[in-house]
T-cell receptor, first 115, second 105 residues
């Protein structure tokens, strides 16, 4: 079946630094990748949708200059949290797919802690 | 009001019990997803369905498009089924708040 690899699974960084999270589709080409964040005991919230070769579409309230998304190839999308602050500490998850007909596969998530 | 409502929020069951988790949505959709999130946070996609019923092992998912309602059933529940189950609809990926299931041996 389709596999999506996300890493790192956990990262601790200092306030003010940047962190990059990678999401790779291992055995299929993902035309679309999604990035979500999840605060403790809350549901997943869609942050942005990225299509290979074009700019990401951000959801309302998500700062595009803070959460940089790059989808340079059909198998890789990256989320960079720039100038991280403690309030950015969260669980970030990606999903990748080829459209609604084929479904989407989730990565295993990245737990970011900013200290 | 959330676009996707799940019930119950928390559920405790004895091993072997039949479990039902419900999901109602208010937006038009092409498909509905049932996801399983383990305590560590990792998410597994269980089902994607747009009509009728799907079965995988002990898991059954049904959807009624006219009523905008879906159910996830677990037959012969087992402690390893303990997880958070999330309903999501594809209209801009609205998510339910999840149902935390604990199955007691």
């Amino acid at each position: 079946g389709a596999v999506v690899s996300q890493h790192p699974s956990r990262v601790i960084c200092k306030s003010g630094t940047s962190v990059k999270i990678e999401c790779r589709s291992l055995d299929f080409q993902a035309t679309t990748m999604f990035w979500y964040r999840q605060f403790p005991k809350q549901s997943l919230m869609l942050m942005a949708t990225s299509n290979e070769g074009s700019k990401a579409t951000y959801e309302q309230g998500v700062e595009k200059d803070k959460f940089l998304i790059n989808h340079a190839s059909l198998t890789l999308s990256t989320l960079t949290v720039t100038s991280a602050h403690p309030e950015d500490s969260s669980f970030y998850i990606c999903s990748a797919g080829q459209g609604l007909k084929y479904g989407y596969t989730f990565g295993s998530g990245t737990r970011l802690t900013v200290v | 009001k959330n676009e996707v409502e799940q019930s119950p929020q928390n559920l405790t069951a004895q091993e072997g019990e039949f479990i039902t988790i419900n999901c109602s949505y208010s937006v038009g959709i092409s498909a509905l997803h049932w996801l399983q999130q383990h305590p560590g946070g990792g998410i597994v996609s269980l089902f994607m369905l747009s009509s009728g019923k799907k079965k995988h092992g002990r898991l059954i998912a049904t959807i009624n498009i006219q009523e905008k309602h879906s159910s996830l059933h677990i037959t012969a529940s087992h402690p390893r089924d303990s997880a958070v189950y999330i309903c999501a609809v594809d209209s801009q990926f609205y998510f339910g708040t999840g149902t935390s299931l604990t199955v007691i041996p």
